[in-house]
């Protein structure tokens, strides 16, 4: 069955061979009938017939709702697929399969696997996805709704693997710092592994990202370790520019000269006063800085 694509079935009107089947069947109990009458046994040669070929008939009769679509196999053979809803009649000897082309959402459990760093993490996607080829749907794979869940995860499980958890570099992209370029890799990742069974990806993300419990209050701990020395580091960025365009402003103004100490007096208490996380409390000088 390698390399099967979907093909248009054919088909004839339902509401046609639905009328042609009354007719038929009507004719066929009037000869009945006429038989009868005339006590005439060999009008049954006629009868057992056509009453087989209006049942033949009838057992070809197929609806297909919007959005789905039949499968059609015959000795073995498949002969194409009708994806036009509507009311039809085809071979009564073929076997149909009901393929949804509805769209469907899968959502992954929630797994344990080691990121980027070997820190363990839980995570679980949402996959968004719908059969384009149902032939490859129904014969390329055994169940294509669970090759979807297998595949799906992974997918995430490889995701996971290649990035970090999260990263303090900028320039290095992380499950909880680049969520949309992770979306992007997810849904690439996942729609190559499920086109063999015809499928199509609309969209994938993560629904889920969080430390493993195990080491959820040490991560923590690190995070805000981290969050605080960034936060000191732009703080002590602006006070040295700060301190650097008043003594800039002092020394261009001509307000005051001051001599090598007393600028390092001047940058000590500027550096505490803009640094330091309570309030500063002035001090004034009434004397000298010089014994």
Known sequence: MEGITEKTANKLSGYLMLFATIALGAANIYVLILGIRAENPGVLWIVIPVALIVGLISAGLIVVQPNDSRVLILFGKYTG?????????INPFTIRKKVSLRIHNFNSEKIKVNDLHGNPIEIAAVVVWRVVDSARAIFDVQNYEQFVAIQSETAVRSLATAYAYDSSDEEKASLRGNTQEISEELKKQVQRRLEIAGLEIIESRISHLAYAPEIA???????????????????????????????????????????????????????????????????????????
Request: charged share 20%; proline share 1%; with cysteine.
């Open 81 to 89: 697929t009708i994806r036009e809803s509507g009311f039809w009649c």
């Open 217 to 291: 209050q040490a991560m923590l701990r690190r995070q805000q370790a981290q969050a605080v020395v960034a936060a000191r580091q732009k703080i002590v960025e602006g006070a040295v520019g700060m301190v650097e365009m008043a003594l800039k402003a002092l020394s261009e103004q001509h307000i005051v000269e001051l001599d090598n100490e007393k600028k390092a007096t001047m940058v000590n208490n500027l550096m505490v006063a803009l640094v330091s996380e309570v309030s500063a409390q002035p001090v004034i000088n009434t004397g000298t800085l010089y014994q």
